[in-house]
């Protein structure tokens, strides 16, 4: 044997002596993972309306002989006070001079301010003025004199008889506000000396029997605007008994429990001197005094998703009622709690009280049961989550040796089978691929389409996965 034939024996010796394996390509792997189910949460809360508290002011004004207040600076003065009012309340303002003839009608010369005719009647709204000529009107008074001032009949007999035509409401603030240089008290009898403290007594207790058994009254005040001291003006008199009912009224316990405080630095409660005093600004107290209320809306109707976002799975809602740190489940039912609405919903109101409102366009769900309705201040969760997608096909970088692969789908080994299995039948290269498919039992073309290139194992039943899950294909490439 030469050399060159040793050399030959030689070679072959050594390609024989090696194992299968090392004349494959390296062994593959391909890892891919699916991303997780898109989920989307939101809290959103329920909405209120600011309600102007009803406020009905009695203004009283001196239209005696002696009364020398009635000037520019007086009309300027109510203009910012009404002013002030109506940016606030919701409010009948009844302007009447304190001193009629006993001949003369209840409401002779009485005129009204008001921000919304709503509950007047015909006779009421004869007597509607514009808010802007309001000042000018208070010198078209007749001036009468002679008499005793009776304030404290004239507020009363004005409140009671302008109850009917829906001037003086029940169940809001009322405030009847005296502006005078002179005094009410009783008439001096022959022989009989007038008691101030029954007279006034007599006049609180009828002014409270009103205040709470007729207008049920959330406040009743009596202000009074009069001379505090005789002489500190021409022809003003002290208004004595006027201070002593503002002060009696003003304290007067609430049936209700319910105590006035903005008056506690002022020692004379609810009058005011009319020789130094800014009318300007006699209403600030009881501008912190009055409280608006809110009107809380209720939704039986809710969005969850708007029309320009992504799909989502109607069967896999979340919903909870929220209010401060109490979380309370909603279930899905249409008789207690909630069920979703079939497709995008347009101008669909949310809001069920205090009118139908506050429309959405979009996914929405509606809301059984008045226990599960949304009410100020409580919030809604939500939960959703896009439709569940479904893959039929696992993506290969290179034609496989069919015996050496080896597939786990989520850790879980998936053996060859065209049951519940992979099967690789069609080993042709593909350039797009549609790898999903529209459910384990419908295994079609779903969308829409996720496209990727390379060679596929087909599944079947069970092995077809979904959202989050790992794939792991390992195998030996084919060297044809």
């Not at 007594?201 to 001379?227: C, G, H, P, W, Y």
């Not at 405080?261 to 409660?269: E, K, L, R, V, Y």
């Not at 609810?270 to 006699?282: A, E, L, P, R, V």
């Not at 496989?400 to 690789?424: C, E, H, M, Y």
Request: hydrophobic share 35%; aromatic share 12%.
């Amino acid at each position: 044997m030469n050399k060159v034939d040793k050399y030959i024996l030689v070679l072959l010796f050594v390609l024989f002596s090696c194992s299968e394996k090392e004349f494959r390509a390296n062994r593959s792997k391909n890892v891919s993972t699916v991303d997780p189910l898109w989920q989307s949460q939101s809290t959103l809360c329920s909405d209120f309306t600011s309600v102007k508290p009803k406020v009905d002011f009695l203004f009283l004004w001196d239209n005696s002989w002696s009364y020398s207040y009635l000037n520019d600076e007086t009309k300027r003065a109510l203009n910012y006070t009404i002013d002030t009012i109506s940016n606030r309340f919701d409010y009948h303002i009844m302007m009447a001079p304190i001193n009629v003839r006993d001949s003369d009608p209840v409401n002779k010369d009485a005129f009204l301010v008001v921000e919304s005719p709503t509950g007047l009647n015909s006779s009421a709204m004869q007597m509607v003025v514009a808010q802007s000529i309001a000042a000018t009107r208070l010198g078209s008074f007749p001036t009468t004199g002679g008499s005793l001032e009776k304030g404290f009949d004239r507020a009363y007999s004005l409140i009671t008889s302008n109850r009917s035509n829906g001037i003086f409401r029940n169940e809001v603030y009322t405030i009847v506000v005296l502006m005078s240089n002179g005094d009410d008290a009783p008439k001096t009898e022959v022989g009989r000396k007038p008691s101030i403290t029954s007279y006034l007594n007599a006049k609180k207790t009828r002014f409270i029997e009103l205040r709470d058994n007729i207008l049920n009254a959330i406040q009743f005040r009596f202000m009074s605007i009069v001379a505090h001291q005789t002489g500190c003006q021409q022809y003003a008199v002290e208004g004595k008994t006027y201070k002593m009912m503002s002060s009696a009224i003003y304290t007067a316990p609430y049936p209700s429990g319910y105590v006035l405080t903005d008056q506690s630095s002022n020692p004379t409660p609810d009058s005011y001197n009319i020789c130094s005093t800014s009318f300007s600004h006699i209403f600030d107290g009881v501008n912190n005094s009055i409280q608006g209320s809110i009107e809380r809306h209720v939704y039986n109707f809710w969005p969850i998703a708007q029309t320009t976002g992504p799909a989502i799975d109607t069967s896999n809602i979340i919903v909870k009622k929220v209010l401060g740190q109490t979380t309370t489940d909603i279930a899905r039912s249409a008789t207690n709690g909630f069920t979703v609405l079939s497709g995008v919903q347009t101008n669909q109101n949310t809001r069920l009280r205090p009118t139908p409102g506050e429309p959405f366009t979009g996914y929405m769900i509606e809301l059984h049961g008045e226990d599960n309705y949304v009410t100020y201040p409580e919030c809604l969760f939500v939960q959703t989550s896009a439709p569940l997608e479904y893959y039929g096909y696992v993506q290969l970088h290179s034609r496989p040796i069919v015996s050496s692969i080896q597939l786990k789908i989520n850790g879980r080994t998936i053996a060859k089978s065209t049951t519940n299995g992979w099967d690789f039948s069609d080993t042709s290269f593909k350039s797009a691929q549609n790898i999903k498919v529209i459910s384990p039992t419908n295994l079609g073309p779903a969308t829409p389409a996720v496209y990727k290139t390379g060679y596929f194992l087909k599944l079947y039943g069970s092995s077809v996965y979904s959202n989050g899950s790992t794939v792991e294909a390992t195998y030996d490439p084919s060297v044809e």
